[in-house]
């Protein structure tokens, strides 16, 4: 199975910032995703990291607010761009790979924004 | 649009007893559906998921899930509950073989174990 690292693991930032999050995969992955998980809240797909072309946004986010890189196999990054208290969350990263195409996650970046 | 809806945000059982966490889902297509585990600070965890090869799918740590369309249900179970199953469960449900559109989350049971 993959395993997913992210960096950083969390961060306390200020308002009106950006952060850019780093997601390495162990070994190639078909599909690459990101996730925010509100405070108590469940997963919410932001969007899918497409190799070498832009990301595919879900309803309600936009690529100005969270730029998405994914220039190889095995690593994308997610930048959350001018920074408001909302945006605290953790921020995950998936991989997609092998049997039955399982979706494997990365222990999520818990950022704070003050 | 896919959806899934977990009954109960909290569940409290005593260690050693059986474990029930309700999942049911919507889907216009044949769905595979997931439970995941979070543990306290760390990441998503995949317990188990079905894919339709087989009805009663079996995990890890002892748990599993029985798919029943009548229901559209994929409740997860566990005979005996342990200290260590005390964490947050999500359901999740894909429309594609393991998600390549992505996965849509129930709101998560929280495990409570009661010594």
């Known amino acids: 199975s993959a395993v997913i690292s992210q960096k950083p693991s969390r961060d306390i930032c200020q308002r009106g910032t950006s952060l850019t999050i780093q997601c390495q995969v162990d070994s190639q992955v078909t599909m690459m995703f990101w996730y925010r998980q509100q405070p108590g809240q469940s997963l919410t797909l932001i969007a899918t990291a497409n190799q070498g072309s832009e990301a595919t946004y879900e309803s309600g986010f936009v690529i100005d607010k969270f730029p998405i890189s994914r220039p190889n196999l095995t690593f994308s990054t997610l930048t959350v761009s001018n920074m408001s208290p909302e945006d605290s969350s953790i921020y995950l990263c998936s991989g997609l790979q092998g049997e039955g195409e399982t979706q494997y996650f990365g222990p999520g970046t818990r950022l704070l924004v003050l | 649009a896919q959806s899934v809806t977990q009954l109960g945000s909290h569940v409290s059982v005593s260690e050693g007893a059986l474990v029930l966490l309700r999942c049911n889902y919507s889907s216009s297509v044949p769905p595979y559906l997931f439970w995941y585990v979070q543990y306290p600070n760390q990441g998503l965890q995949l317990l188990l998921k079905?894919?339709?090869?087989?009805?009663l799918v079996k995990g890890i740590n002892g748990f599993e899930a029985e798919f029943k369309k009548s229901e559209t249900s994929f409740h997860l179970t566990k005979p005996s509950a342990h200290m260590s199953d005390a964490a947050e469960y999500f359901c999740a449900v894909s429309d594609s073989g393991g998600g390549a559109d992505g996965l849509t989350f129930g709101k998560g049971t929280h495990l409570i174990i009661q010594p």
């Open positions: 079905y894919t339709s090869a087989a009805t």
